[in-house]
Structure formats: C-alpha cells, structure tokens
C-alpha cells in the first residue's frame, strides 16, 4: 500500500487467483455468476452444489494474507457496492 503500482500488483494477483481457483468452479457450474470491481466480489453460487460456507473457507485458504468475508443476501436483497440487487423469481432487479 501507498506505492504507486500497489494497485497494478493487486490486480495481477486477483487476476492470479481468478484463473486458478474461481475457474473451477465456474466450469463446474457451482457459480453461476462471478463479477470483481477491484477487491469487491459478486458471486451468485448453485446452492445445489455449493454453499456459502465452503466457498468462504476455500478463498481463505488460499493465501494466509487475505480475508475473504462473504455478505450473504438477507431477504432477497444483497447490497453491492452502490447497488441493491433484489433476486425476484426469475430475475435480478437493480436499484441505486
């Protein structure tokens, strides 16, 4: 932090981290939707063959150095950055 590539160098890291490890699971089809804006993480996950807890705990393993700490939507609505995402039956409604 404070350097002026730090952000360069998280990004490549993020990126890294995307293509070993989030990319199995897209493939596999446990996300379903994975979207990054800097370090804020949107991901929409098949309950059916993954939960909140496991994803959670494999991101964190994965280097000591992060914390990755999930918000899981309460009430059908999840706030994402200056978003509020509201899941109705078969859609996603986006409201600021």
Known sequence: MGSPISGTMAE????YVEANYIK???ETDEIIYYKRYVDDILIIYNNKKINKDRIEKEINKID?????????????????????LQR???????SI
């Open 64 to 84: 000591k150095s992060l914390e990755f700490k999930m918000t899981p939507e309460s009430n059908n609505i999840i706030h994402y950055l200056d978003l509020t």
């Open 24 to 26: 199995q699971w897209w």
């Open 88 to 94: 109705r039956s078969n859609n996603i409604e986006l």
């Open 12 to 15: 490549i890291y993020l990126q």
